[in-house]
């Protein structure tokens, strides 16, 4: 009600509460190089309108004279209880979009007990960000490096910063066909800015001929060289469990099979995801992918989905689906592009606040009574 109340007093929000305005707002501000980072997709942009349209597709049908007056967002994954069943999806490189980057986006997360996942490309290292975090939840994102050191590299280094979770990205083993990087040539943003996760890390670090501030260009080279590993097979996946003890969740997952593989390879979760369709260009919306990954292995593994939630009513949607959490991707990036931690903080809020109403208002006082019964596929009968 804070929002209506300030409405009151004429006090309106610093940034609108529709979301899906945050994109053009960040374009004006920061112009289109910065944006198309962002906004871009793979190919023809049809995977993003793919994830829309199944969204959309998806109606809720709200039940009326039920008691909804006590409320509790809270759910259970990866075995820790969360306040609210939302986290904030790996993005790398946000210094393209604000100064404080990941700090500031760690910090909002961390004031309203969301979790943030750092990402392995982020342009703050992870000790830097733990540090951000304070008690909150630490989890990690790994692109799996063609060097075997570097990996380890950072996942000795995330442990020993404290972070518990590890995510692990499949759907990128090469970076996409993505036009507008292409067409605004992506790589001066990487040498302004640079990942300085890598950059930092000991392991990159001995691979270089010269030390990175020497030659900047040369260590770009470097990290787009062994940036992800091509050759990665399931059996590889026996690595990381060596070199992580927490829960590992295979992020980038669409095909039940690929689910069950990751069921039989004992690892803890999946994120249904297409990488929010920057990927493939031509697949499966991730909210049409998502019901069979919940039939095959719902009963065995935390599943989380991310790619084209706008909305506390998308977030609802994937939640009746069977997902246990929602990863945000774009949103906050925009709230950070337009005004740092308090940026982050409005999308946090928005999110969580519609959430609320959208299963209250639809007769549920908890995520968990709300479930694919409560929907219908717009076509369906
Ligand atoms: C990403 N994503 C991503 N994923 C990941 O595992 N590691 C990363 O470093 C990045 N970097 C990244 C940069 C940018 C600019 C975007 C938009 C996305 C994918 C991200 O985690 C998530 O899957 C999608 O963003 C979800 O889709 P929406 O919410 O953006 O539609």
Redesign the pocket.
């Known amino acids: 009600y804070e929002i209506y109340l300030n409405g009151m007093t004429g006090a309106v929000p610093r940034l609108p509460t529709d979301l899906t305005r945050l994109a053009e707002l960040t374009e004006q501000r920061l112009g289109s190089g910065p944006v198309g980072?962002?906004a871009g997709g793979a190919g023809d942009g049809s995977t993003d309108r793919a994830?829309r349209a199944a969204l959309d597709r998806l109606r809720i049908v709200p039940r009326v004279l039920r008691d909804v007056h006590a409320r509790d967002l809270s759910v259970h994954v990866l075995g820790r209880t969360l306040p609210a069943p939302v986290a904030l999806?790996?993005?790398?490189v946000l210094s393209i979009l604000h100064p404080e980057a990941e700090g500031a986006a760690a910090r909002a997360a961390a004031a309203r007990g969301v979790p943030y996942i750092h990402?392995?490309?982020a342009s703050t290292p992870i000790e830097q960000v733990a540090e951000a975090l304070g008690d909150a939840e630490r989890w990690f994102?790994l692109?799996w490096s063609k060097d075997r050191e570097v990996t380890r590299s950072f996942l000795t280094r995330a442990r020993d910063t404290g972070f518990t979770v590890l995510?692990v990205?499949l759907d990128?083993p090469l970076l996409a066909w993505r036009p507008r990087d292409l067409d605004q040539a992506y790589l001066p943003f990487l040498r302004g800015v640079g990942t300085a996760n890598y950059f930092t890390d000991p392991a990159f670090q001995a691979g270089l001929a010269r030390p990175v501030h020497e030659d900047p260009d040369a260590a770009v080279m470097h990290f787009i060289g062994l940036f992800s590993d091509p050759s990665n097979t399931w059996p590889d996946l026996a690595f990381l469990r060596e070199n992580w003890d927490g829960p590992i969740v295979l992020?980038g997952v669409l095909h039940p099979d690929d689910a069950r593989a990751a069921a039989d390879a004992g690892m803890d979760g999946v994120v249904v995801?297409n990488?929010?369709?920057?990927q493939v260009a031509g697949a499966i919306g991730a909210a049409d992918a998502l019901p069979a990954v919940v039939d095959a292995v719902g009963d065995r593994l935390d599943i989380l989905f991310?790619?084209?939630?706008r909305s506390g009513a998308d977030i609802a949607k994937v939640l009746a689906l069977g997902a246990r959490a929602v990863?945000?991707?774009?949103?906050y990036?925009y709230g950070l592009a337009l005004d740092g931690q308090a940026g982050v903080d409005h999308v946090i809020r928005c999110l969580l606040a519609e959430l609320d109403l959208t299963l209250a208002l639809s007769g549920h006082a908890t995520p968990a009574t709300f479930t694919a019964a409560d929907l219908r596929r717009e076509g369906d009968r």
């Open positions: 980072y962002v994830n999806a790996p993005i790398g990402s392995s490309a994102q692109y995510f990205t990128t992020k995801s990488h929010g369709g920057r991310d790619s084209g939630v990863l945000i991707g774009r949103p990036a």
